[in-house]
Structure formats: structure tokens, C-alpha cells
């Protein structure tokens, strides 16, 4: 089927009307007549395609890009948290007069847990009037649902998105076709191809340019990377797949920074997180308390930097011998607008290694065997369990009575297994058992769902829903805050060993703080929800103050490649220390030092640990952060 949807495809010419973000992308329109999958033309067929994404005004819907890897696409997610959100609307130019059928590509999310309509159910709507069908609730993948026919005269016309629940519906696109059989393909790959066969992708990305040094990954260890290496002289590109920087630290997730700073050997070495982290602390907090603005205007403000808010990689390109990159292409999360960078060095600071995954960098995901590198944590033979990922949540005083609507798709909870609780942070984690990359739409679907199931039970039906009576769900995260995925490997392995025994390293750089705290499974909650976890539980294993090996910090069969963050080269069991965002900045700012040697020199990141190591040790011990301003000296800049 594939073959043969792409090869009509290619064969026709197509009436496509896209609309764009106009402050990236004109409206696009490519004209023609509609051929079947025989070859054969559809008199009088025409056909517009509308990405979701690109809607101009989102209204209440929220741009989702966490899953592109999986389905292909940025969506757009009614996330109003039980409460229908407004409505998505936009303005696309029907290209001749006809009866369209109008299709949308969603997905009914609860399907993993529940054999049945499921809740997040939208309308669409032509010139302020709905069509009759309701889509999102049904079917069990994604796919093109649906929504009705309307006779419509060529010009300008409204489409939008009605949603009905807040249950965090989700769309796509939107299909218009004179000719009721005809629909895009539904899978990723065919999906991909028809997109850019027909003009809704462009057909090559944009030059844009050479740089020094170039970021994927603008989380607190992407952001130190990329302003480091501006600092010490390089020309610098920061890429970041969200409108808002900062990961994990972000108000979209909410994370606090954990772990210390400014310890020996290189005192100096994450300083600079006084320039832009928060001066609150605690997970799950008011947005406010974590100062995106901050980081946005620390970043801009960095002379030599280049900042791609909303740009996620896509793909690379590699030299012949296929072990250095020689650029990335970037798209943007609402236009589609591709950009391609190129650069000496890169970084990899996406937490999930995904450059690397592109480029073919060597990578573990799992935990290690304990006879593998004889490390007393790790479980005796080697598995694929990760620690997983948290939809944190907090509820709010209203002041007066409020309902929440029932809400049962799977999972059920009684008054022997609900979480009598008005908040849920780090705790509240899913997806141990799953895999952390192609499962990740799954795990954070989850999250939203035991929370509302949950909070459902609570309102409606607990013997003492009378506690609850006065409130509301306040936030609900659907940027799913990710702990472990990909790591990807270096000329050193990190080990437990390393950091009990105190081993010495010449390359010894940013220094671990944090005991090895090493998520998994709440048993309680196993008990309650086997194999269907959504609490962790952990172990406290503290540590010695440990400065690793920046051997860690570069890919060791891809030579032009850096990372920092939590996908550095470390067992699993180290990584239950080294991930901490604090840590993450002190690599960030070495890798940024680094490159700028590997600038200086003409050198790889290699390179610096084998000829240049003194002037790493040498910048290392100035450190980043400016000296020219007054920094905050709180405390609660360094705890943990």
C-alpha cells in the first residue's frame, strides 16, 4: 500500500493549501488535478491539507512536539485539564468551490487501558459552524478520523477546533478533499513522504550557515554549553525544541535544580547558574518560581550566540567515512521551516541522545549486569528498566464548591488504592518498564491518566470528598519531565567503583555531589497496579564529593561529537548522580570550554584530552561566569 499511495503521489500534481505561521512562512498553495491510487484522474477533485500546528491562533490548545520521533509530527493538545479550552482557529483559502469532506489525523489516547470511546473529543468547525462528527474518542492508533462534509465556495474561509472535553484531545492535521476516498496516508514514514512530495515540507532545508559550535538541546546543560563556548570566543548556535528553555527546569515541567556547584578541584566551574537559575526551590511550584525569563534573557543577552527557540533536529549529514557530522537540519515546531547548520563540533544536550542516535554514536540504554563492571547497585543480570518519567500536578484552593467530571478509562481507583493527596511531584513517575524513547507517547499519556483518574475518585466518589470539595486541579503537566533514556558512550565508561573508591583521573572536571539515587518501581504501588506503576520509590546511597573524567563528555566513534546533560557516558548507576541539572551545567560549561580549544586549535573533542589538557584545566579553573557583575551569593543557589 505504501508503494503505491507514493508512487501515485509522485505521479500527480495536487490543490494544497498549507497554512503557515505567517511570520515565518507565506500561505502556500500548489495547484493541479487529483489522480487515484490507479493513475487516474478525479475530475474536478481538489484537496487542502492544514497542519494543526500551524494554526495561527492556538487558543487554548497547546503545540506538542515530545513524540515527533514517533508519529511524525508536532500536534496540537487540548489540555485544559477537564475543562474544555478555547478553541484553535485559522484562516485557510479554499481552492475552488465543491462539497469538501474533511478529515482529521487524531488519536484516542486512552486506548492502551481502555477498549472504548475514550475522552478527548473535538469538533471541527467551518465559518463559526461544527461539522457533525465527533472525532478523537475512537479507534486505537493514529489516524485520519472522519469529521464531515460542508459545501464550501472558493476564497477565504475559518477553520477551527472545538474541543469538547479539556481531556487533552489532539490533532494533527486537517484534510479537505472533493473526493471522499481520497486521504493522505496515516503512517509515519508515508505520512513523511506525502508531506513532502506535496510542498507541506519543503523539499531542502535552508542554508543557514556555519558556525564554530552548535548545541542540540537548550535544558539547563544545553544553555551553559552554548553560552560557555560563546564566552570564550566561538560563533554558537543554541537549538531548542520548546518556545520556553531551561528542560526540566523549564515552567513547562518544573523541576527544581538539584545537586552543588562550585566545588573542588575547579571551584569556578558552575558559577555562572547564579547569572540565570531560580533563587526558589521545590518541584511542582507556581510557574512563576521558575524565572523562565531569566534563562530566555541570559541567553539572548550572550553576544556570538545564535538562539533556535521551537527547532528540533531532524536529521544529520555525515562525512563519507561516516564518523564525523557535518551538519543538522533543524524544523521548526509550528512552520515546518527547516534550517541546516553546520559546524566543526556539536553538542548533544537532549537528554534522549538524539543527535547522536542520528549521527550513529555508540549508546546503552538500561541498566548494566552487576558482574559487567562489578558494581554492587546494579541488579544482578542486565535489563531494559530505566527510571522513568514524571507528570507532575498540584491542586488549588477555589474557595467554593467545584466539580471535576468522572473521569474512568482503565484504571480503576477504590478507597484501598487512591492516593489521598492535593499534589503529586517526582514521586509520581511512569514507564520504568517501558522503553523511555518509542513508548515515551504511552508513559506520558499514563501520567495524565492516573492523575485524573485519581483526582476523579477523590472528587466524586472517596468517603471524605468533602476535603476536596473547594478544589481544583491548578497544573497538570503535559511536558512529561524525562529522567533516563539513551546514554551515549565515551573514551570512558563512568562506574560505580570510580566514585566509592575515589579513583583519580587526570582528566578529573565537573564534580557529583548527589548520592546515587536510583528510581524504580514504589512495591506499594506494584501491589496496587502490577505491572501498571505510577509511583517510584528509592534508595539513598550517598556519596563522596567525585570529579569525573571529562572523557565522559565526547562520543567515542563519532569524532566531532560532545554531549552534557544526562545522556554522558556512565552506568546507569552513576547516572543516578550525575543527572542532576546543577551537575548537567558544570558539563555543559567544560564542553563549551572544550570547544572552544577544539576552535583555537584546529583540534576534535579527543583531541583536547590527548594534546590540550592543560588549557582545558586552565579554563576550568577560571570558569564561565562573568565577573563584571555582581552575582546572588543565596544559598539556595547551591544546595543539594
Not at 494544497?16 to 493541479?32: C, H
Not at 562550585?262 to 540565570?276: I, N, Q, S, T
Not at 511550584?285 to 531532524?314: H, M, T, W
Not at 492516593?419 to 520504568?432: L, S
Amino acid at each position: 500500500m505504501r508503494t503505491k499511495t507514493i508512487s501515485a503521489l509522485r505521479s500527480l500534481l495536487i490543490v494544497l493549501a498549507l497554512t503557515m505561521n505567517t511570520s515565518l512562512f507565506a500561505q502556500k498553495t500548489v495547484s493541479g488535478t487529483v489522480k487515484d491510487e490507479n493513475g487516474e484522474p478525479v475530475i474536478g477533485a481538489s484537496v487542502m491539507l492544514v497542519e494543526a500546528e500551524s494554526f495561527a491562533e492556538k487558543g487554548g490548545w497547546c503545540v506538542d512536539q515530545q513524540f515527533m520521533d514517533i508519529m511524525g509530527s508536532p500536534y496540537l493538545i487540548a489540555h485544559g485539564m477537564g475543562k474544555p479550552v478555547e478553541d484553535a482557529s485559522t484562516t485557510v483559502e479554499i481552492p475552488r468551490d465543491g462539497v469538501y469532506h474533511i478529515w482529521v489525523r487524531t488519536y484516542n489516547w486512552t486506548t492502551p487501558w481502555y477498549d472504548g470511546n475514550g475522552p478527548g473529543k473535538f469538533r471541527v468547525k467551518i465559518n463559526g459552524k461544527p461539522l457533525k462528527g465527533e472525532v478523537g474518542a475512537s479507534g486505537n492508533s493514529w489516524s485520519w478520523q472522519y469529521a464531515g462534509n460542508r459545501k464550501l465556495p472558493a476564497g477565504p474561509c475559518e477553520l477551527a477546533l472545538a474541543d469538547l472535553t479539556g481531556f487533552d484531545g489532539r490533532c494533527d492535521a486537517v484534510w479537505f478533499s472533493t473526493d471522499v476516498k481520497y486521504i493522505p496516508p496515516s503512517g509515519k514514514e508515508d505520512l513523511e513522504a506525502f508531506r513532502r512530495e506535496a510542498g507541506a515540507l519543503p523539499k531542502e532545508p535552508v542554508d543557514g550557515g556555519e558556525y564554530d559550535f552548535v548545541v542540540i538541546g537548550g535544558g539547563v546543560a544545553g544553555i551553559c554549553a552554548a553560552v560557555s563556548a560563546a564566552r570564550f570566543g566561538c560563533k554558537v548556535a543554541l537549538v531548542n525544541d520548546r518556545p520556553i528553555p531551561g528542560g526540566n527546569n523549564s515552567s513547562e515541567i518544573r523541576v527544581h535544580l538539584g545537586a552543588q556547584i562550585e566545588r573542588e578541584p575547579y571551584p569556578a566551574l558552575g558559577r555562572m547558574l547564579r547569572e540565570f537559575g531560580h533563587s526558589n526551590i521545590g518541584n511542582a511550584k507556581p510557574a512563576s518560581n521558575y524565572e523562565d525569563e531569566k534563562k530566555e534573557a541570559f541567553i539572548r543577552g550572550q553576544e556570538g550566540l545564535d538562539y533556535f527557540p521551537s527547532f528540533r533536529a531532524v536529521s544529520v549529514n555525515m562525512n563519507e567515512a561516516g564518523d564525523k557530522i557535518s551538519s543538522v537540519v533543524i524544523r521548526n515546531i509550528e512552520s515546518g521551516k527547516e534550517i541546516m547548520l553546520k559546524a566543526p563540533v556539536f553538542a548533544d544536550c537532549t537528554g534522549d541522545a538524539n543527535l547522536g542516535y542520528m549521527a550513529g554514536a555508540d549508546w546503552r540504554m538500561g541498566r548494566e549486569g552487576r558482574d559487567e563492571f562489578g558494581e554492587s547497585l546494579a541488579p544482578e543480570k542486565a535489563d531494559k528498566q530505566t527510571m522513568g518519567s514524571s507528570v507532575q500536578w498540584y491542586s488549588v484552593e477555589d474557595g467554593r464548591k467545584s466539580i471535576f467530571p468522572e473521569f474512568e478509562y482503565g484504571v480503576k481507583f477504590t478507597e484501598e488504592n487512591c492516593e489521598k493527596v492535593k499534589m503529586g511531584e517526582w514521586t509520581w513517575e511512569t514507564g520504568m518498564n517501558l522503553d523511555q524513547i518509542w513508548d515515551f507517547e504511552r508513559i506520558r499519556d499514563y501520567g495524565l491518566l492516573v492523575v485524573y483518574s485519581n483526582w476523579s475518585f477523590l472528587k466524586n466518589h472517596y468517603s471524605k470528598k468533602a476535603e476536596y470539595a473547594n478544589r481544583s486541579l491548578g497544573w497538570v503537566a503535559y511536558v512529561a519531565g524525562k529522567r533516563e533514556s539513551r546514554r551515549l558512550m565515551g573514551d570512558y565508561i563512568l562506574k560505580q567503583d570510580d566514585v566509592d573508591k575515589q579513583v583519580f583521573h587526570e582528566d578529573a572536571s565537573f564534580t557529583m555531589t548527589w548520592h546515587f539515587d536510583l528510581h524504580f518501581p514504589d512495591p506499594a504501588n506494584t501491589a496496587k497496579f502490577p505491572g501498571n506503576e505510577f509511583k517510584a520509590a528509592t534508595k539513598s546511597n550517598p556519596i563522596s564529593p567525585y570529579a569525573a573524567p571529562y572523557r565522559c563528555l565526547y562520543s567515542r566513534n563519532i569524532n566531532n561529537l560532545f554531549m552534557a546533560g544526562r545522556d554522558i557516558s556512565v552506568t546507569h548507576v552513576t547516572l543516578g548522580s550525575a543527572r542532576l541539572m546543577r551537575t548537567g551545567a558544570m558539563m555543559g560549561e567544560i564542553v563549551g570550554m572544550a570547544a572552544s580549544i577544539c576552535k583555537d586549535k584546529g583540534t576534535t573533542p579527543r583531541g583536547v584530552y590527548q594534546k590540550y589538557l592543560p588549557e582545558l584545566k586552565e579554563l576550568m579553573l577560571k570558569g564561565a561566569a562573568r565577573s563584571d557583575i555582581e552575582l546572588p551569593d543565596n544559598q539556595r543557589f547551591n544546595e543539594g
